[in-house]
Every structure is written in structure tokens, then in C-alpha cells.
């Protein structure tokens, strides 16, 4: 008998059975009240759970729509902007603001390391931007930013946008949209949120709203703030048609976030990672992101000497395990693991477990049971702890 398939890569990552439950009932009409009141009710759960003052966008689409959503909202043809890349998804904010006609300049790291905050303050004190981009978790890496301290530092420039990449840390790392001085926050359902693709997510501060109105009319059209807010305020109204069973996976998504908590889930997060990331390191993988700046959503992760990456990962599927490889000029060297959303001990247990079977498959030296052990302790110390 084949086993059920971990859905381990950074995303879709496994959705619950209630989440799924949500995406099998019957669909309704977006103007029925009950549906009205739903979509009014998540709207208003992650304004206050985000801590956001501004507005909040919940549109059908991927995270790249809402980069592009972010950025089309708040720059014209012409404009600078800093693009701070981390990784691969940094990277596409070149492309997605050149295609805008933006002059962009980039400060990008070396992978698995994360460009300084004072460097990103340098350049901000000798040009004008009107936007700066930062990925919170570029998932090609797996090295997060100090979203909350560029935030800070972004006080002393007031005019420039400041626009975070949410797709693989919103829900499992903390952000706090007025707090944090970010003018735009983004994400998708389908990673930390644990809902399957589909919905787009974009906050929007005071600040952000005001300059897209300043700006006219744009050239986007289905991502246009001023098209959706009407909705917002009042999903009763129609612009275009919302994705009515997906709207009510991510509400389930976010009761789910209300019943654990949002600072518990952003502890439970810290510490599945780091359990993970030693029982890994046990077992004889490097982690490329430096222990500084390390995600807690996933891990891309180094082979040992000797595994061959395509059939390390072909046993992994064998085994009934998904995992994505590695980007760039870590293709063939590396894998990445997704640890976040909805995920438990038990999913975790069955990861290391199975990652321990694929080594011995594949012929690399590992005592059976290693990992676990080092997991399941860092678990429970983690629970003495509180
Ligand atoms: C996955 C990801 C994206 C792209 O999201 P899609 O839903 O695939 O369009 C963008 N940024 C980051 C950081 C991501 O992890």
C-alpha cells in the first residue's frame, strides 16, 4: 500500500480537512447576505489581527498578482524605486517594476545571507525612492528580513512606500502593519495561511490609499484599489465576481488563527523550526540561510557529500513525500522543505522519519531513529520551556 503524500514544499502546504471542508460547500450567490456577512467578517478579522489602520484587499489571484497589486497602486511610470532582493522572489520585483516603466536599483545579498539594514538606509539618504521592496521570507533562500527594524529606520523617509512581500511569512511570522511602518504587506493563501492557492492578500496603509488616489486613473485595471474599495467597505457590491468558496477557506484559515492565537502560532512556528532545522543538521544537511536571519517557515536545505538531488527526491516521492529543490545555482544541491501553516507533531515526525528512510535508500551512513530523537527532544524542551 502506497503512503498519503506530505505535502511538504513552500507551498500549497496541507489544508486541513475544515479548510477543505469550506472549499466543498455549495456556492452561493457573492450578493447572498450570509456570503456578504463572511467576506465582511475576514475583512474585518485581518484588519484587527494585522493591527492595520488603512484598508485590506481580498481578491481572487497568486502572490504575484498582489506584488504587482502593491506596486501598481502606488508608483507611476518614471518613479524610482529600491528593490532589496534576498533571493529568487526579490528578483522578480526587477522585472515586475521595470515592465511598469520604473527606474529600479537593487541592493541584493548574497544567498542565504541578508543585504544590512544600514546599507538599505545608505542608499535611501542618497537617492529618492518612491517605493522600497523587501521579501519578509524569500523562500528561494529561506533568509528572513528585519521587516520590523526597516520599518523603523523607513520613519525617517516618509514618501517612500514601503512594500513587504508577505507570501511565505504572513501567518507565521509576526507583522504588524501599523506597528511595523509598512505602507503594503502581501501574501497568498496558499503558504503560511494553509489554504490552497487561489486568494490574493494585500494591506494597505492610510498612507498607501492617499497615493494611489493621487495618482488618477492607472493603467491596471482588475488590480486597481479604487476599483475594489467600494467593495470592501461593502462586499454586496459588485466589481468582479469574488471567489466566493476560496473567500470562505481563508476565513475558516484565519477562525483557525483566532482559536490558536496569532502570537502562539508565530512561538509554535519559531520552535517547529528550530527543531526541524536541528534534527536536519543532525542528520548531516547545511542550512543555506545563516543562523541569523534563518525563516521559520521553511528550510533549504544543503546535501551532504554524495546524494544525488534527483533521486533523493524521487525516493522522497516513493516514500510519500513532496519537497521542492533548490533555485538558481543551488539547483541540484539543495531542497526545500516547507514547515509552516497548518502542520503538527505529528506531520513533523513523519518528515524527519522519512527524510532518515530516503538517506538510507539513497546509501548515505544514517542511524535510523537520529533524527526523530533530536526533534522530539527539541519539541518537548521546547514545551518545559512554555
Ligand atoms: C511563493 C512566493 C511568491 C509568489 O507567489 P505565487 O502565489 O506563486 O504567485 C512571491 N513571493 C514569495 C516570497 C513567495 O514565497
Redesign the pocket.
Known amino acids: 500500500m502506497k503512503n498519503k503524500k506530505l505535502l511538504m514544499i513552500?507551498?500549497p502546504t496541507p489544508v486541513v480537512r475544515r479548510i477543505q471542508d469550506q472549499m466543498a460547500r455549495e456556492t452561493i450567490a457573492f450578493g447572498d447576505p450570509a456570503f456578504v456577512q463572511d467576506y465582511k467578517d475576514l475583512i474585518s478579522d485581518l484588519k484587527t489581527l494585522w493591527r492595520a489602520s488603512g484598508e485590506v484587499f481580498v481578491v481572487a489571484g497568486?502572490?504575484?498578482?498582489a506584488?504587482e497589486m502593491a506596486v501598481a497602486n502606488t508608483t507611476k511610470a518614471g518613479d524610482r524605486v529600491l528593490v532589496v532582493s534576498h533571493g529568487y522572489?526579490g528578483d522578480?520585483f526587477v522585472e515586475l517594476c521595470q515592465r511598469k516603466g520604473l527606474q529600479v536599483d537593487v541592493l541584493a545579498s548574497e544567498w542565504g545571507t541578508i543585504v544590512p539594514v544600514a546599507e538599505i538606509e545608505k542608499q535611501l539618504s542618497e537617492n529618492t525612492y518612491q517605493a522600497v521592496t523587501v521579501?519578509h521570507?524569500?523562500?528561494s533562500t529561506g533568509v528572513s528580513a528585519p521587516v520590523a527594524e526597516i520599518g523603523e529606520m523607513m520613519k525617517q523617509y516618509p514618501d517612500t512606500m514601503y512594500i513587504v512581500?508577505g507570501?511565505?511569512a504572513t501567518g507565521a511570522a509576526p507583522e504588524y502593519v501599523d506597528d511595523m511602518n509598512i505602507d503594503l504587506l502581501l501574501t497568498?493563501s496558499?503558504?503560511a495561511f494553509g489554504v490552497a492557492?487561489g486568494i490574493a492578500v494585500v494591506w494597505a496603509s492610510e498612507k498607501a490609499v492617499a497615493k494611489r488616489k493621487s495618482l488618477g486613473t492607472i493603467p491596471e485595471y482588475y488590480i486597481d484599489f479604487e476599483k475594489w474599495l467600494p467593495v470592501m467597505h461593502d462586499p454586496a457590491k459588485y466589481f468582479a465576481t469574488p471567489a466566493v468558496n476560496m473567500v470562505w477557506a481563508v476565513k475558516e484559515a484565519v477562525e483557525m488563527m483566532k482559536e490558536e492565537g496569532l502570537e502562539k502560532r508565530y512561538a509554535r512556528h519559531e520552535k517547529m523550526a528550530s527543531a526541524m532545522q536541528q534534527a536536519l543538521e543532525g542528520l548531516g544537511f547545511t542550512l543555506l540561510a545563516e543562523k541569523s536571519c534563518r525563516a521559520v517557515t521553511l528550510s533549504n536545505l544543503i546535501y551532504p557529500e554524495g546524494i544525488d538531488d534527483a533521486e533523493f527526491r524521487k525516493v522522497l516521492a516513493e516514500e510519500g513525500m513532496m519537497v521542492a529543490g533548490g533555485l538558481g545555482a543551488y539547483a541540484g544541491k539543495m531542497f526545500r522543505l516547507g514547515h509552516m501553516g497548518n502542520i503538527d507533531t505529528h506531520d513533523m515526525v513523519s518528515v524527519i522519519s522519512v527524510i532518515e528512510r530516503a538517506l538510507h535508500r539513497v546509501g548515505y551512513p544514517v542511524d535510523l531513529g537520529k533524527g526523530v530523537g533530536i526533534l522530539t527532544a527539541a519539541l518537548l524542551k521546547g514545551d518545559q520551556n512554555g
Do not use: L
Open positions: 513552500p507551498g497568486t502572490g504575484t498578482m506584488m522572489f522578480r521579501s521570507v524569500d523562500t512581500d507570501v511565505c497568498g496558499q503558504k492557492p
